[in-house]
């Protein structure tokens, strides 16, 4: 009883050597549950038995309790209970009874908070109410004690998780222990606030920031694309969520170009990272209005099918990434009525279609 009642007084004054370094539950009123087990150790006289003087009391069984608690600030607060204790029971060839045990109590509580966890104390007073049976007889009786209780909370949202420990009994001749855990809705304040930091930490440097070679907001170490140009908006992998690829064919050709193969080189090369294993797009092919319009849908289909052997040619797995669709003559993106204009519409796009600009 005395280590418990140490710790108490510890956790009481502990929160006053430390205040305004971190924060501890928040003002308001709060309701809780608890249950677990009570064990009695005292002089049955104290409990209100008057049979035979001398007897003893040393038994345990499962109790509860509700409560009900308002925090003034967040150190200090008041706490009431309604604590069932169960049932104790004396036998010997002297003499048997048995005793219900239950009562109210209220306590003054300080806490002491460690990152999501409030170590609290308590200190107060018990009413104990007894009904003893022992043969043709019954008592009632109404004891008042001093109380006091340490325990500790875990704190999610306005929800708290607790166990404690309460004694009872200010004199020699034994005690009672309430050993429980439940839990705690604490109202408003959507919760406990993130420990603040202490003012000298505001004198600590800010950690450096990484190196990001092209400003696109993705460190170069996370980087699949580390080249995009400034302004480009991008994904969590630092490439263009925009990014589109037009190559242009020659009449009536689905063969690639040296230069179509230098870009899809570009294309491939970011494809075979890893990191970019989430990209995804569309190949999609197109002709000019030149020749009849079933062959050119069959031409434009060649063509996409020409980008995507060759993706998958440089080490790309083009079916995880990309659907390909050929179009024929639809979406000129120029006129076909001049050579340049038509030039312009033979063509094949690679676009990107899974993102909106996760980065910069």
């Known amino acids: 009883m005395i280590s418990i009642r140490k710790l108490t007084l510890a956790c009481m004054v502990a929160p006053t050597l430390v205040i305004g370094s971190v924060r501890a539950a928040e003002p308001g009123f709060y309701l809780g549950a608890s249950a677990g087990q009570t064990t009695v150790d005292t002089d049955a006289s104290e409990l209100g038995y008057v049979g035979e003087s001398g007897v003893k009391l040393d038994d345990d069984d499962t109790s509860w309790k509700a409560f009900a608690g308002y925090n003034f600030t967040d150190w200090l607060g008041l706490e009431f209970s309604y604590v069932d204790f169960g049932s104790f029971s004396h036998d010997s060839e002297a003499d048997s009874f048995r005793e219900d045990l239950n009562g109210l109590n209220g306590f003054l509580v300080g806490y002491l908070p460690i990152g999501a966890v409030d170590l ?43 166990a404690e420990a309460e004694g009872f009994g200010d004199n020699g001749i034994g005690d009672i222990y309430f050993l429980s855990a439940g839990l705690a809705y604490h109202f408003g304040g959507g919760g406990k606030p993130a420990p603040v930091a202490a003012p000298v930490a505001a004198a600590v440097a800010a950690p450096q920031q990484c190196p990001d070679g092209d400003s696109d907001g993705v460190c170069d170490d996370d980087d699949a694309c580390p080249d995009t140009a400034r ?130």
């Open 120 to 162: 609290f104390a308590k200190a107060g007073a018990q009413n104990f109410h007894s009904e003893v049976d022992y043969g043709p007889q019954t008592h009632s009786d109404n004891e008042a004690e001093f109380a006091y209780g340490v325990g500790l909370a875990y704190n999610v949202g306005n929800w708290s998780v607790r």
């Open 231 to 360: 302004g480009t908006s991008v994904d969590s992998i630092g490439c263009s969520c925009h990014y589109t690829l037009a190559l242009e064919f020659a009449l009536d050709s689905a063969e690639l170009t040296a230069g179509d193969m230098a870009q899809l080189n570009g294309v491939a090369r970011v494809l075979a990272n890893p990191k970019a294993d989430a990209i995804r797009g569309v190949i999609d092919g197109y002709t000019d209005s030149t020749g009849a319009e079933a062959y050119n849908l069959k031409l434009s289909e060649r063509r996409a099918d020409a980008v995507a052997g060759y993706l998958e040619s440089r080490g790309v797995a083009v079916s995880g990434h990309f659907t390909t669709q050929g179009y024929g003559e639809a979406n000129p993106v120029a006129s076909n009525d001049t050579e340049e204009g038509r030039a312009r519409n033979r063509r094949v796009e690679i676009r990107r279609t899974d993102c909106s600009g996760a980065g910069s």
